[in-house]
């Protein structure tokens, strides 16, 4: 039983030590600089770049989708805007019609209509290289974004050594329920303490998918790796934004975070479906911190213990949490010392958040803590043993969806800017998009073919 004491012990205040070191400094660095932001300055039409904005779409419900193309049809950008909504597949495609139908009288939206399921990934590619704008935003089919999001997100793209930068995400349906509001805390602690302090050293590493936008010169020099990346032999199709974050880093551009560029998206509301994402998640976050290992010695030093933190931290409370409960176990005595770091550091950690966000609500995170001890931890355990395995996971099977679209969860977040498309009958116009026969682009002139 000393043996258990002592690695029970060992582990959880090596943790502690760790975490705070990482958590101190991180939270020093995610404060905010006072320095001139890139992003300042006017904004007129003439020294704005061309921006595309690529949404891929599988099963989406028709309201979720009609509220995200809406919130990108009222951006303030005063560029060139253009939208290439990229149906990849879908099994619900006549439901989803008469959004299309609504957005083709814009001639700034294009819709390109795979005639089979290929992923996200290949998705987002069919658009780039059909795109020519100078930027490309990279947008989820659930996702809304706050009026101002591209002309903030553009602006900090003027500074040329900026290959990649992302915004704020909240949780869209974060009064749903009790793990949509730790969601949307999560949401923020990842973005405004662990993006934020890389974004110091300009490193940002994932920048997320629902709101990222890149630098087409740069993606361009990228692409082939991010369409063919392998591994262990086989094709990945997953973890598509922290990848291309990575090359993005490896091509030597700088990544940012712009805190004040909101995007709202919908985040799991049951247990099951979050831990299905978690895991895919997990398993894209270990191949690719492999993957950013040759980069950090060309990084700030902060970015090595960021790596650490985030990776050999977990691995230390989780051998603490396991010899602690084979302590309680053998001897049916409780091991108070790590019971009593783990919640000390958790309220420490939530007092922080709370202080730092201005909102009470944050105490209530600590509630995080039992999922991340005995749901999170050993989920990650299984992504690591199971790094191989490229499912989806979180994906509708087309053959199970129904007509009504793959998630179905409207986003009524009105202080992004975001609103839900009313679709009378009478509002589509006369002609449908079809499918041809590779496949086909959709605009406000027609229909057309591209081989």
């Not at 909101?262 to 690719?288: E, G, H, K, M």
Request: neutral net charge.
């Amino acid at each position: 039983m000393n043996l258990l004491d002592a690695i029970s012990t060992g582990a959880v205040s090596t943790y502690a030590l760790l975490s705070a070191a990482y958590k101190s400094m991180q939270t020093v660095y995610a404060s905010p600089a006072d320095l001139p932001s890139t992003s300042d300055g006017p904004a007129g039409s003439q020294l704005l770049p061309s921006v595309d904005v690529i949404i891929p779409c599988y099963n989406e419900g028709p309201g979720t989708l009609s509220a995200c193309l809406a919130s990108i049809a009222d951006q303030d950008y005063a560029g060139e805007l253009r939208v290439y909504v990229v149906d990849d597949g879908s099994a619900n495609r006549v439901a989803v019609g008469p959004v299309h139908d609504l957005y083709a009288l814009d001639p700034r939206f294009n819709f390109i209509l795979l005639p089979q399921n290929v992923g996200k990934r290949k998705a987002q590619i069919a658009a780039i290289r059909r795109s020519s704008g100078d930027l490309v935003l990279n947008v989820d089919s659930d996702t809304t974004l706050a009026p101002d999001v591209v002309t903030k997100l553009a602006l900090k793209m003027r500074n040329p050594q900026i290959g990649a930068a992302m915004g704020q995400l909240i949780a869209s349906n974060r009064n749903e329920n009790w793990l949509t509001r730790l969601i949307d805390m999560e949401y923020w602690l990842a973005c405004n303490e662990e993006r934020a302090a890389q974004a110091r050293f300009g490193a940002v590493m994932c920048c997320c998918g629902p709101c990222a936008m890149y630098r087409r010169s740069a993606l361009l020099k990228v692409l082939a790796q991010y369409e063919t990346q392998l591994f262990r032999g086989k094709l990945s199709d997953f973890g598509e934004d922290r990848h291309l974050t990575i090359l993005m880093l490896k091509a030597g551009h700088r990544t940012e975070y712009i805190p004040d560029a909101i995007a709202a998206t919908v985040v799991p509301d049951r247990l099951r479906p979050y831990l299905r994402q978690q895991l895919r998640w997990a398993r894209s976050t270990f191949r690719d911190t492999l993957l950013s290992l040759r980069l950090l010695p060309s990084l700030d030093p902060y970015l090595t213990l960021d790596v650490v933190g985030q990776n050999v931290g977990p691995l230390l409370l989780a051998v603490s949490v396991s010899t602690g409960i084979a302590h309680l176990a053998l001897t049916g005595t409780v091991p108070w010392w790590t019971g009593i770091m783990i919640a000390a550091m958790t309220m420490i950690r939530c007092s922080v958040a709370a202080f730092r966000a201005r909102e009470l609500r944050f105490l209530g995170f600590c509630l995080h803590t039992p999922i991340n001890l005995f749901l999170l931890l050993p989920l990650k355990a299984y992504a690591l043993c199971t790094l191989s395995n490229s499912d989806w996971l979180s994906r509708d099977s087309a053959a199970t969806v129904p007509s009504g679209g793959g998630k179905g969860v409207a986003i009524t977040n009105h202080d992004v800017g975001s609103r839900a498309t009313d679709l009378p009958d009478t509002a589509a116009p006369s002609r449908r998009p079809t499918l041809l026969r590779e496949f086909s682009t959709v605009t406000s002139s027609g229909i057309g073919s591209q081989e």
